[in-house]
């Protein structure tokens, strides 16, 4: 059993970076057998899958926001972080942590306003 758990602001200023990093914690043969990626809910969108990263840090974005998105990976701290660049009011939603589609964090609101 793994649990995950997203953290970061919760209210970003358009144009600025929205960094959130999701802590992994419980049994490293699950948490190794998974990417570790970003899914988010936004109102305009509905569910959309932003990207993962590989146990061997291969990265993968969704092709519509791969040119705002980074996913970087800690593993000593068992810990994975996404930036999203540039972003406008359409950003705003709920970002989920998840390995694979199995394990998901609660979620965590960000809203881009100024």
């Known amino acids: 059993q793994v649990v995950l758990q997203e953290s970061g602001p919760g209210l970003v200023k358009p144009s600025q970076t929205l960094s959130l990093t999701c802590t992994v914690s419980?049994?490293?043969?699950?948490?190794?057998?998974?990417?570790w990626g970003w899914i988010r809910q936004t109102p305009g969108k509905g569910l959309e899958w932003m990207g993962a990263?590989?146990?061997?840090?291969?990265?993968y974005y969704n092709p519509s926001l791969k040119s705002r998105t980074s996913i970087s990976r800690d593993t000593s701290k068992n810990l994975f972080t996404l930036h999203l660049y540039s972003v406008t009011p359409e950003d705003t939603g709920v970002y989920y942590c998840?390995?694979?589609?199995?394990?998901w964090g609660q979620g965590t609101q960000v809203t881009v306003s100024s």
């Open positions: 419980g049994d490293s043969g699950t948490k190794d057998a998974y990417y």
């Open positions: 998840a390995l694979g589609i199995t394990y």
């Open positions: 990263i590989s146990t061997s840090g291969n990265t």
